[in-house]
């Protein structure tokens, strides 16, 4: 009986000139589920994409005819799906250039190449392939269910009562979750960060703890908007690289590593990075994501940055993740209380950590209770039935399995209000919402309140 062939998971297509260099990439690439076409130029490339779906495009760089920039700038203009990788020769600068910028290719390969390295960009571009594609399809489901609800919505209340507890707690969740998702790219980042939380148990769900830190700093020292928002949502993705890793790797603390769980540890910041290069949005974000486990004194990874060489951002979501990470149990063997994390940020201070912003760092957390809301007398905790139109939410709510529900600055309404209670009994749980009392409101929206009061008048 002839042995099951492994299924094939991607389409490629190799092209150059060489025939030598064309039989070194099959070889290398025998072993893995790919599906291989070779063109030995350009126009041969370009036909064969024309006859067949492919994913990844490798191409050399020097080609006579068509050469392999031009080749890749014509696979993002006519297939922009389609993954592009360039191999090029040192003295290729010129055409590695002219890839980058009119190709916007995924990454670019020096000859002569490591055979484990060519394979290991290949499988983490495919990743990224596949987390992108799934992203839109969710994306485009998002679109259909909301417009359904929008259809029902004018009979909503009559068939609320005839349809399934299963069916009112989805209606309601997509129907808060996307009004919100569209407010602004950085919640829509906070929504795509739970997607990443799927593969962790409860306690090690950091990012939204980790997100309220760097807020509450922001808010604290008034830094800008772009600021504050690169933050927020690099805090939310910052450990989108250990999405490859297995579940006895995710559940060990990073000191406890060693060997090849240690360097995997090591990659996570700049798989982070790479993962997020082609979502120009996101892209500050990630150089934050890559650059946060530097260390002050030049010791850290991926690249021994020191001082002030790490970007500020970086230094401060290094401060608020090992913050968090100390106490849920995954840096060291043990949960560190509050006071004892603080007390282990501050003796690393000038090691691991900026002074001057470590010292206003440890400011800001002693000033935030232990849910991490600042100590506001303008903020109230309510519970549902407690809720009155015109509050504010002063900090994100989530529903029990991680979903963000209603984002920080939302304004309540009766509706929603009464929307939130529906929910809230079909999911037979209750919460807890953090609101900023209507006397709290700004100048601004007391204006707005005021004119509305006169129209309903």
Not at 136 to 150: I, S, V
Not at 237 to 262: C, F, H, T, V
Not at 311 to 330: H, N, T, Y
Request: with cysteine; glycine share 6%.
């Amino acid at each position: 009986m002839s042995m099951r062939e492994p299924e094939v998971v991607a389409t490629l297509l190799l092209v150059d000139d060489e025939v030598n260099i064309l039989n070194s990439l099959r070889r290398i690439l025998r072993s893995e589920p790919y599906r291989l076409f070779t063109a030995s130029g350009g126009e041969a490339a370009l036909a064969l994409l024309d006859q067949q779906p492919i994913d990844l495009v490798i191409s050399d760089a020097r080609m006579p005819g068509m050469d392999g920039a031009t080749l890749l700038a014509q696979v993002q203009q006519r297939w922009p799906e389609c993954l592009r990788i360039l191999l090029t020769g040192y003295a290729d600068i010129t055409t590695t250039v002219k890839a980058i910028n009119e190709g916007q290719i995924y990454r670019y390969i020096s000859k002569p190449w490591d055979d484990h390295e060519l394979r290991s960009i290949i499988h983490q571009a495919l990743a990224f392939q596949h987390s992108e594609r799934e992203r839109l399809r969710l994306e485009c489901l998002a679109r259909e269910q909301n417009e359904r609800l929008q259809e029902l919505n004018a009979t909503l209340e009559q068939r609320v009562h005839d349809r399934t507890a299963e069916l009112e707690q989805t209606a309601d969740m997509l129907d808060l979750a996307y009004v919100e998702l569209r407010r602004s790219y950085v919640t829509a980042t906070e929504v795509f960060a739970n997607l990443v939380n799927q593969r962790l148990t409860r306690e090690r769900q950091t990012n939204t703890q980790v997100i309220a830190v760097v807020k509450a700093y922001a808010e604290r020292y008034q830094l800008d908007d772009r600021t504050s928002n690169d933050l927020a949502m690099a805090a939310a993705l910052y450990n989108i690289g250990k999405l490859a890793w297995d579940d006895e790797l995710l559940g060990q603390p990073s000191d406890l590593l060693y060997k090849e769980g240690r360097a995997r540890y090591r990659q996570y910041p700049a798989l982070g990075e790479s993962l997020l290069m082609t979502l120009e949005p996101v892209q500050d974000a990630g150089r934050l994501i890559r650059h946060h486990q530097e260390r002050w004194d030049g010791n850290g990874f991926p690249d021994r940055l020191a001082g002030e060489a790490i970007p500020l951002g970086a230094r401060l979501l290094k401060l608020s993740v090992d913050f968090i990470e100390l106490q849920c149990g995954m840096i060291l063997d043990r949960k560190l209380t509050r006071d004892e994390a603080l007390l282990l940020i501050k003796k690393y201070t000038g090691r691991l950590y900026d002074p001057e912003l470590c010292s206003r760092f440890i400011e800001l957390c002693n000033s935030l209770t232990p849910d991490l809301v600042l100590t506001d007398v303008s903020i109230l905790a309510l519970d549902t039935r407690r809720l009155e139109p015109g509050m504010v939410l002063a900090r994100d709510l989530h529903a029990e399995n991680g979903m963000l529900l209603l984002n920080e600055g939302k304004s309540l309404t009766s509706a929603l209000i009464n929307k939130l209670m529906v929910f809230e009994a079909s999911e037979g749980g209750r919460y807890t919402l953090f609101v900023r009392k209507p006397e709290s409101q700004t100048p601004a929206q007391e204006g707005a309140q005021s004119d509305q009061n006169s129209v309903s008048g």
